[in-house]
């Protein structure tokens, strides 16, 4: 089976959800997780503290620049990943279809290079 990249997105600046809508989020995420540890698709995936507490290294000559602060500043962030197996496509866009309508943010996928 060839491995996919679940990314969520979350919006910039945003302040956070009214915190029973958060539990509910949150409730929904664990048991699509659960559900794919118990299909056997699940590889790895967590939740990402806020892009401010990025370190960014750029190749300088023979010397590497290290930043604090993410890469680019966005009005949206990488809040979130998860990598699982699948067997095409579809079957990684249903699981991403799930987190989308469970989180109410934006989802992408993308597959892995190199396998089959």
């Given at each position: ?11 910039a ?81 249903e699981?991403?279809r799930?987190?989308?309508?469970a ?14």
């Amino acid at each position: 089976m060839k491995q996919y990249l679940i990314s969520m997105y979350q919006p910039a600046g945003a302040e956070l959800p009214d915190p029973e809508f958060l539990a509910g989020v949150m409730r929904e995420v664990d048991a699509i997780g659960r559900e794919l540890k118990e299909s056997g698709n699940w590889v790895f995936g967590n939740g990402l503290h806020a892009p401010e507490t990025a370190t960014v290294l750029r190749p300088k000559g023979d010397e590497v620049l290290v930043t604090d602060g993410p890469y680019v500043e966005g009005k949206e962030y990488l809040g979130g990943i998860t990598v699982i197996t699948a067997p095409d496509l579809d079957a990684a866009l249903e699981w991403a279809r799930r987190y989308a309508l469970a989180t109410t943010l934006p989802v992408e996928v993308r597959p892995f290079q190199g396998e089959a």
